[in-house]
C-alpha cells in the first residue's frame, strides 16, 4: 500500500515537471535521470529507498524551475539585470557560458569581441517577447551575489545562440550545473567549425 502511495508520488514529481514552460527544452540527461529513477522504484522493495528515489526525482523536477521576467540592463554578453514580475531586480551571470571581458585586467581595453557580444546579448533580450531565467540542480548564487541561470528568449537559449555566433565560450562548467552542456558543446562546435568571430584565427 505505501509503495504504492510513493508511486504515485513519483507520478505526480513527473506531471509538475513536465507542466513547466522549460518541459519542451529539458536535456537529453534529465529525461534519462528520470527514467532511471523509475527503473529503481520498479526494482525496489524496500520504502526507504523508494523514498530516496522520490526525492532524486524532485529534485530533477526543482532544477527546472524557470521565471519569467522582463529585460533591465545588459553589463557585458553573459552578465544582465532583470526585473520579476513582483518587480525585484536581479542580476543574472549566465550558466555554462563566457564571453569576452569589456575591460581587461590587464590592458584596460576591451578583448576582441566583448563589444559584439553585449550588444548581441542587448538587441536579443530588448527584441524578446518572452523572456525566462532557468535555474539548474546546482548553485543559484556565485560569489558576487549573481543569480546562476540559463536565460531563455522565446523558448529558445540565448547561451546557445551566442555560442553558435562566436561570441562565447563555454566555461564554469560545475556540476550539477550542467542541464544544457551538451546543446551548448554542440553550438560551440558550429562557430568552431565555421570560424565565427571568437573562433576566425583557430
Known amino acids: 500500500m505505501k509503495k504504492t502511495s510513493y508511486f504515485i508520488?513519483?507520478?505526480?514529481l513527473l506531471l509538475l515537471t513536465a507542466s513547466t514552460d522549460v518541459a519542451n527544452e529539458l536535456s537529453e540527461q534529465r529525461k534519462k535521470d528520470m527514467e532511471e529513477a523509475?527503473?529503481?522504484?520498479?526494482?525496489?522493495?524496500?520504502?526507504e529507498a523508494i523514498k530516496s528515489i522520490g526525492k532524486q526525482l524532485a529534485t530533477v523536477a526543482d532544477s527546472n524551475s524557470a521565471i519569467s521576467v522582463s529585460y533591465n540592463y545588459c553589463y557585458d554578453g553573459d552578465t544582465c539585470t532583470f526585473e520579476t514580475e513582483a518587480g525585484e531586480k536581479i542580476k543574472v551571470r549566465h550558466l555554462l557560458i563566457d564571453t569576452s571581458e569589456l575591460k581587461d585586467?590587464?590592458?584596460?581595453?576591451?578583448?576582441?569581441?566583448?563589444?559584439?557580444?553585449k550588444e548581441y546579448?542587448?538587441?536579443?533580450?530588448?527584441?524578446?517577447?518572452d523572456i525566462q531565467i532557468v535555474y539548474d540542480a546546482g548553485d543559484r548564487i556565485d560569489k558576487y551575489d549573481r543569480e546562476l541561470a540559463y536565460v531563455m528568449i522565446d523558448n529558445e537559449l540565448l547561451g546557445v545562440k551566442l555560442l553558435e555566433n562566436g561570441l562565447a565560450k563555454v566555461a564554469y562548467i560545475n556540476p550539477p550545473?550542467?542541464?544544457?552542456?551538451?546543446?551548448?558543446?554542440?553550438?560551440?562546435e558550429v562557430a568552431k567549425s565555421n570560424k565565427l568571430n571568437l573562433w576566425s584565427e583557430y
Open 9 to 12: 508520488i513519483i507520478l505526480l
Open 38 to 47: 523509475l527503473e529503481n522504484y520498479a526494482e525496489e522493495t524496500d520504502i
Open 105 to 117: 585586467k590587464k590592458t584596460g581595453k576591451p578583448q576582441p569581441y566583448s563589444t559584439e557580444a
Open 121 to 129: 546579448t542587448d538587441r536579443m533580450l530588448s527584441n524578446a517577447r
Open 177 to 188: 550545473n550542467t542541464m544544457y552542456l551538451n546543446e551548448f558543446n554542440h553550438a560551440e
